[in-house]
């Protein structure tokens, strides 16, 4: 009798093992000062957390996920067996992917912009992921509890519902959502990157926003830039080469301005 893992267990788990294991290959390329945009010094002296409590704030994250996750795909109740009946063609696959995705995408701007609006929600909720001044790749999903809760695992639960895909299409879904996510928190740009080359929202975007002239910009997240650019929050910006070696991004003037 040979083993096998649900698509249940494979949909709440998968998306959590790439994480560390993607983040650890760039915390293992971090050393590389000719591409990163900021320098090892600078992450260690802007970022106001250490990251012993990176790690536990990202796996308490990765707790509530995996509860509400196996809770969603228990009721959904599509197993692999089932899954595996639907062979839906390339086309309905292609369709729910790009559906998933922007529904995430509006989720997670509009989420993303109130808690910079809304003062209380910045003061006690959404300033815990901007105490990563310099972001690294394992700090992507370090947020307060309830923010990881509505913007990441119930807006995901969002695009899988509202985009009829299985739930083995899912662990596919979410584990490139996980994969795209680490890597716009990298800080690093590495030759042949291929969401720098195919995503105008990628590490040198989602950086600006966390510095504090970009703050009140670029909050579309994690795979278009669509809403920034609709509602007036898009800040361009140049990159630049650092005199100790390295990247900068660097706003255009008139909006550093602003």
Not at 133 to 162: K, R
Request: aromatic residues 14%; charged residues 15%.
């Amino acid at each position: 009798m040979g083993f096998s893992v649900s698509d249940k267990l494979l949909g709440t788990f998968a998306p959590i093992v790439i994480y560390w294991v993607y983040s650890g290959i760039y915390a293992l390329l971090g050393s590389f000062e000719n591409y990163r945009l900021h320098s090892k010094i600078e992450e260690d002296d802007k970022n106001l957390v250490s990251k012993q409590t990176v790690v536990k704030g990202v796996l308490l994250q990765q707790t509530i996920q995996a509860v509400v996750g196996m809770l969603l795909f228990t009721v959904k109740g599509n197993d692999s067996e089932d899954a595996a009946d639907q062979k839906p063609s390339l086309i309905v696959l292609a369709r729910q992917f790009v559906t998933a995705m922007l529904v995430l995408d509006t989720w997670q701007y509009f989420m993303h912009r109130y808690m910079h609006q809304n003062k209380f929600l910045y003061k006690h909720i959404h300033s815990q992921h901007h105490r990563l001044v310099v972001p690294y790749a394992f700090g992507a999903l370090y947020n307060h509890p309830l923010e990881g809760l509505i913007l990441d695992t119930i807006g995901g639960a969002v695009s899988f519902l509202l985009s009829g895909m299985s739930l083995r299409a899912s662990i596919f879904f979410f584990s490139f959502a996980t994969v795209k996510t680490v890597d716009d928190h990298c800080g690093l740009l590495l030759p042949g990157n291929l969401f720098h080359i195919f995503f105008r929202n990628n590490t040198a975007y989602h950086d600006v926003h966390h510095q504090l002239y970009g703050s009140k910009y670029n909050f579309s997240q994690p795979f278009f830039v669509m809403w920034d650019r609709i509602l007036g929050t898009y800040m361009p910006y140049s990159l630049d080469k650092r005199a100790g070696g390295g990247f900068e991004a660097r706003p255009l003037k008139d909006y550093k301005d602003a």
